[in-house]
């Protein structure tokens, strides 16, 4: 489903991916792991067309997304990809259901329509008698909770994730880590996720370990 041709990525002089070829098939949870500054996130970034890459390709479904221009980018994320990140990002004026809401809107979709699938996954989540409390209001795992339910408000095809339990305990950290299984067994979404955590790692079903810019094939 999600193909990387030779991805080379640079900051100056630094060369942190120095030629990443990957093949991600749907409905797999794939963990990415790594020492810090090996080009994990970055990597994801890329993935998620928040970064181009200096040179190399980036394929979903057999289509070349990195020939698309900012404004086409920007559609097929919105409509394919969601995000959840290890701080959860959320607009701290808007209450939960309105945070859920926000990409449905960029999406054009009605209030109506929004609302109704925003209350769906709040509920899903067990988060329904918390829709009208803002982020202040919740604890850190309702948060995480929260940002899931946004990530899938547009029906993406694949989760990004960047260390989303990274600021977590142990007891909500496993319910996350649960709760992207159940996820995956109920849409067929495909996971991709940059991780420290090694339980988390462990029960994917595949672990991508990169090492200085490569991916390390002895892993």
Known sequence: MITANQIKKSFGTVDVLKGIDLNITKGEIVSVVGASGAGKTTLLQILGTLERPDSGKVFFDGVDITSYNEKELSAFRNSNIGFVFQFHHLLPEFTAIENVCLPAYIAKKSKAEATSKAKELLEM????????????????????????????????????????????????RQELHELFFTLRDRFNQTFVIVTHDSELADLSDRKIVISDGLIDENN
């Open 125 to 172: 989540l067990n988060l329904g008698h918390r829709m009208d409390h803002k982020p202040s209001e919740l604890s850190g795992g309702e948060k995480q909770r929260v940002a899931v339910a946004r990530a899938l408000i547009n029906d993406p095809v694949v989760i990004l994730a960047d260390e989303p339990s990274g600021n977590l305990d142990s007891k909500t």
